[in-house]
């Protein structure tokens, strides 16, 4: 009966922290699907701005000393939307000032496919900032550190004395937050005429413009909503998940793998693919040694892309 | 730029001269932290070269180079500490590994497109760094060999090594110019132009790439194989990163993407800038080298994205005399116009029931028509009436749902393009992509590989084709320089140096004024009194009455009417299709 | 309203429209014919600026829309119900409504235009909720009709309605066109490959042919002349 507890009480903690953990990832995805969902564009920079979301969440909390005057619970929720909002001016800047001339009509004009500028732009902004806040933010290792991060609330037990499940209570919290961002940009998109705007410069640019809609302008907007999700996202994860300025490149992989199982295009898809990553990221530590969790992470993204490009959700939005 | 006629004497007198140069200075040089650095230069330009020769030519824009570096590094690492095989024998073996992962990677990896095979390309040497860490291998160093040092690669004076990477720069300088002045090089760029009209025009194109990767994988492997004996050290972060697959991104970009000479520059300037930076400020501010080369990519995309070199050698260009536009060469001699054609022959291709629908949409309804030989058969219709899908579907771009298509005999179905035209059915395309910054003799090069083995009689093919269509003169100047009317002549050149038996012409007149209409209508009749079967799908109902000798008219996808000019521009149905109902009603009265 | 003088585009190395001179009075109902590749779509989108024009002028209500980046024209009252309907399919009927009317005299009268297309097209108040992908051919260009129709447009510009769709329809369409002009005194620019039904309701017509103008004068003119029929079929 005890190896049964045992594994029973593994395999749902497992759960859970997939669960919780999914929650944040499907934030990120949400942010970077937004971004490729809305302008086609792939942005290398995406695991830098979740960094930086981070830092900026310590800068606010400690900064303005969040824990003590909104104490541990709202404190940490307050640092990240701050966060948010920084990185949403900051995504506004880098989209107006570098993406636009990489993208759109001045591209047409050069030899080759239209999106390997931005792929390469991206890729450089990305180098810049991973390595400008090695310099500014030193190396060391940081968290939002709150008493949530290291205490858990105990479900259960729900076999006599045996088998409960732990939740991690700044997990927890961060959880609730995501799963209420995600929602309220559900109905932003949804409901609201800058969403409708969004969506239709999505679905038909030229069209759009008809309509009088300035798609760049849609563009940047979305661009810079995206890099302000994924940064709250970071803000989320920080006070549980120690950082530092190289850290989005643990995230990256896993927003992109989250984004293409959903299905590129579509904002939902990537809030069920983040999700599933974050399950099945979880599900390895019960079978696979700690340095191929990662690994498992990627060979399941190369599955996808080389079996399933149209994710579980997408419309196959290839161009060939 | 490249062009199998192009003789091989001055770059080879530059690589040597270069080589000396650099042998030079690199013996002169005291200071062992410089050697070092000139030796990364060098195997930093051979990664770069590596990069080129895929990325650069083929425009699959590869971040991930860094799996076949590292692979490299590891192999002779690890033969050497595990098995004693000197690295002599182990760069080799690498190399081989290096091909190998070529394939491997590329072969399900090609099938993805665009930002698909971006991020795949991505993710493979970060899984691999992973796997490495994993098996155990965080640091890795290269055990000194005191009893033989030579026969295992490590000297004590250090220029012996800036002399070996040389020899590797100018092995991957000999291998780069092969690939970029063969007919290899030219396929690459046609298929990086317009990767269709590559296809149809005989191109293999899955087969130029896994060609590609693979001298690229090896290449690749053979500097990260002698990276490590240089640094004595291997870690999976170091030769599988991000910054290691970026820094072969990078000196490329910067230097000029598919040139040969853009790599090494690229390497020259930014290696020891970074290193440098690196060195005087590493400890104050470390990632600077990160921040310099992220630097160097946003300012390359922004201002120059085709690379420094070539904006420089644009800049100049524009300065000297531009090329002086070629007198007006009339068409060819007005025979055609008048000639009699040969009565059409038997049956070359032939159409049944052929029927392709795009979800809801009926693009194109059973279908069914012959084509016979020495004919000039005109498809034509009104707008949405699914006159390119009928191409699409008889070049093998796309796959009918119903029918099928015979080729003097042969079943059509489920060929790739390529194949179908080495089968003798040639296309032009009705958005013309020609390559910019090369003659008109290599824009129509890629044509006749088809046809000739032997790059000679394929040039030779070549300039038969531009003179069947009067562009004789203008086969050494650069396509950019072309008008429109030659461009469209050049298209046609293109798709004749295959040799074809039958020509599907899309849209060939479109755009034209109504004397460039002329002369290529007099090009295109002189072509069929010389026996081409020629498809022609047109708009320009003016020229179309004057072309072809008979007519299928499409309305919806399916076959309105068919028949001779005169009769079918008088069929009711045929006038009621492109006028209009009540046009016909008018009419009648 | 618009005047267009000496126009000339190209699009992608081709000549696209040469020298043309078009213009279109207040109120009236002008249309261009011609047949494919003939330059009319071309022709729009230098109107709504999204092809940029080698040489030429265009004004409306004197004022020089060159100088106005695409988005902004729509604002200024030219509704383009471009070719091939390009509806918003991932948006519902409503939605795509409501997108038409972006411009502020669009939203400012919103609840009366909304009335005034669902009387024109009631399938469309019936399908407001679903998504406009799963429209018919022809119910796709009703609604983007509505669409033109929602910004309370002074000039509106149609492109093709009746293309692809069945001819019963396709005069269905037409006669909405017909009675959206006389009823709410919008001036019309339509271009059309079905002669007849388009020259039939304009006060004046152009034929394109190539990308220059062949052919222009008054509706009766113009469906009398040989020259049209061979524009289109060659003899």
Not at chain 1, 95 to 113: A, C, F, Q
Not at chain 1, 117 to 123: A, D, G, R
Not at chain 2, 331 to 349: F, H, T
Not at chain 2, 495 to 508: F, G, H
Request: net charge neutral; charged share 15%.
């Amino acid at each position: 009966m005890n190896d049964f507890a045992v594994v029973l009480e593994n395999v749902l903690q497992v759960l859970t922290a997939g669960l919780l953990v999914g929650s944040i990832y499907a934030l990120m995805c949400v942010g970077l699907g937004l971004i490729f969902g809305v302008m086609r564009v792939i942005n290398f920079a995406q695991g830098e701005f979740l960094m930086l979301g981070m830092y900026a969440t310590l800068y606010a909390f400690t900064g303005l000393n969040l824990g003590v005057m909104l104490g541990s619970y709202i404190g940490p929720i307050v640092g990240a939307l701050i966060a948010g909002v920084v990185l949403y001016f900051a995504g506004l800047l880098m989209h107006r000032y570098l993406l636009t001339r990489v993208t759109g009509i001045r591209v047409v004009g050069s030899e080759g496919e239209g999106h390997y500028p931005q792929l390469i732009l991206t890729l450089g902004v990305s180098l810049i900032l991973a390595n400008a806040g090695l310099i500014f933010f030193g190396s060391m290792p940081q968290t939002v550190r709150t008493p949530l991060s290291t205490t858990a609330w105990e479900i259960g037990p729900f076999i006599g004395d045996h088998v409960s499940v732990f939740l991690n209570k700044a997990r927890s919290v961060a959880f609730l937050v995501s799963v209420a961002i995600a929602v309220a940009l559900y109905r932003f998109i949804g409901r609201t005429r800058i969403g409708k705007t969004l969506r239709a410069a999505a679905d038909n640019p030229e069209a759009a413009t008809y309509m009088g809609i300035d798609v760049d302008r849609a563009h940047s907007i979305a661009f810079a909503l995206g890099c302000a999700i994924t940064a709250v996202a970071g803000g989320l994860v920080a006070t549980y998940y120690p950082f530092q300025p190289y850290v989005g490149l643990d995230f990256v992989i896993i927003m992109y793998a989250g984004v293409v199982l959903g299905g590129m295009g579509s904002i939902v898809g990537a809030f069920w693919g983040g999700l599933t990553i974050g399950l099945v990221q979880q599900l390895s530590t019960l079978v696979l040694p700690v340095q191929l969790q990662n690994a498992a992470i990627f060979v399941v993204f190369l599955l996808i892309v080389l079996i399933r490009p149209e994710g579980l959700l997408g419309r196959n939005v290839e161009r060939t | 730029m490249s062009g199998l006629r192009h003789g091989w004497g001055k770059p080879l007198a530059g690589i040597a001269a270069f080589a000396a140069a650099y042998l030079v200075v690199g013996l002169l040089v005291q200071n062992q932290y410089y050697q070092l650095m000139l030796t990364l230069v060098l195997v930093w330009a051979v990664m770069g070269l590596s990069w080129n020769v895929f990325s650069g030519y083929s425009g699959l824009i590869s971040f991930g180079h860094a799996s076949f570096f590292g692979l490299g590094a590891y192999t002779v690492t690890l033969l050497l500490v595990k098995f004693d095989i000197t690295p002599w024998i182990g760069i080799p073996i690498g190399m081989v590994v290096g091909v190998i992962a070529g394939v491997v990677i590329g072969y399900p990896t090609f099938r993805l497109r665009g930002h698909y095979f971006a991020l795949a390309m991505l993710a493979y040497p970060l899984a691999l760094l992973y796997i490495f860490e994993w098996l155990g291998y965080q640091e890795v160093s290269l055990p000194m060999k005191r009893e033989a040092p030579a026969a295992f690669m490590q000297f004590a004076d250090h220029r012996v090594y800036v002399a070996l990477a040389l020899g590797l720069l100018v092995l991957a300088m000999l291998a780069s110019l092969w690939v970029e002045r063969s007919r290899f090089g030219l396929s690459l760029n046609a298929l990086k132009q317009n990767e269709a009209a590559a296809e149809a025009a005989g191109i293999d194109t899955l087969a130029w790439k896994l060609k590609a990767i693979m001298i690229s994988g090896a290449m690749a492997a053979a500097a990260g194989g002698f990276y490590a004996v240089v640094l004595l050290i291997v870690t999976p972060v170091t030769v599988f990163g991000m910054l290691t697959s970026a820094q072969a991104l990078i000196v490329t970009l910067f230097g000029g993407v598919a040139t040969l000479w853009g790599p090494v520059i690229g390497s020259l300037i930014l290696i020891p800038l970074a290193e440098i930076l690196h060195a005087e400020l590493g400890h104050r501010i470390p990632g600077i080298q990160g921040v310099v080369f992220g630097l160097a990519i946003v300012l390359v995309m922004v201002l120059a994205p085709e690379g420094v070199l070539p904006r420089i050698r644009d800049r100049l260009a524009r300065r000297s005399k531009p090329l002086a536009a070629a007198p007006q060469v009339d068409g060819p001699v007005a025979i055609a116009a008048a000639a009699r054609r040969a009565p059409a022959g038997e049956v070359l291709l032939r159409v049944s029931n052929l029927s392709r629908a795009f979800g809801g949409l009926r693009a194109v309804q059973d279908v069914s028509f012959e084509v016979r030989k020495g004919e000039v058969l005109g498809i034509i219709g009104p707008n949405g009436a699914g006159k390119t899908t009928l191409f699409n579907l008889l070049n093998g771009f796309i796959r009918p749902d119903a029918g099928e298509v015979t080729f003097e005999g042969e079943r059509l179905l489920g060929l790739k393009p390529n194949r179908i035209c080495r089968l003798g059915i040639g296309r032009t395309f009705q958005i013309m992509r020609p390559f910019p910054r090369m003659t008109v003799l290599d824009n129509v090069l890629v044509g006749a590989f088809v046809s000739e083995r032997d790059d000679d009689r394929a040039v030779a093919a070549a300039r038969q084709a531009l003179a069947r269509v009067g562009l004789a003169a203008r086969a050494d100047s650069l396509a950019s320089s072309l008008t429109t009317v030659e461009l469209r002549e050049m298209e046609l050149a293109r798709a004749l140096a295959s040799r074809p038996k039958v020509a599907l012409l899309d849209e060939t007149l479109a755009g034209l004024g109504s004397q460039e209409i002329d002369r290529l209508l007099a090009t295109i009749n002189s072509l069929a009194s010389e026996g081409l079967t020629i498809v022609i799908i047109e708009h320009t109902m003016q020229a179309m009455v004057r072309l072809a000798d008979r007519f299928v008219v499409l309305d919806h996808g399916a076959v309105l009417a068919r028949g001779k000019p005169d009769e079918v521009t008088r069929d009711p149905k045929v006038i009621e299709a492109y006028l209009g109902k009540k046009w016909m009603a008018n009419a009648q009265h | 309203m618009l005047s267009i003088e000496g126009l000339n585009v190209a699009y992608g190395g081709l000549k696209a429209l040469v020298d043309v001179s078009i213009s279109v009075g207040e109120g009236k109902f002008v249309a261009i014919v011609g047949p494919n590749g003939a330059g009319k779509t071309t022709l729009f989108k230098a109107i709504s600026g999204v092809v940029p024009p080698l040489a030429g002028r265009i004004t409306f209500d004197g004022q020089d829309l060159l100088a106005l980046p695409a988005a902004r024209r729509a604002h200024l009252g030219i509704a383009h119900v471009p070719e091939g309907r390009q509806v918003f399919k991932t948006l519902t009927v409503l939605e795509n409504l409501e997108m038409g009317a972006v411009p502020e005299r669009g939203r400012a009268e919103w609840a009366r235009n909304l009335e005034q297309i669902f009387t024109l097209f009631p399938v469309l108040n019936e399908r407001r909720d679903q998504p406009a992908g799963t429209l018919s051919g022809g119910e796709q260009q009703m609604l983007a009709i509505g669409r033109g129709l929602a910004s309370s447009p002074r000039l509106l510009m149609l492109d093709e309605p009746s293309m692809g769709l069945a001819p019963v329809l396709a005069d269905q369409i037409f006669g909405r066109i017909e009675e959206i002009h006389r009823q709410a005194g919008v001036t019309v620019l339509l271009v059309e490959q079905r002669v007849a039904e388009a020259l039939g309701s304009c006060d004046y017509g152009y034929v394109l042919e190539s990308g220059r103008l062949v052919l222009e004068g008054r509706h009766e003119t113009l469906l009398a002349d040989e020259r049209v029929k061979r524009a289109y079929l060659g003899m």
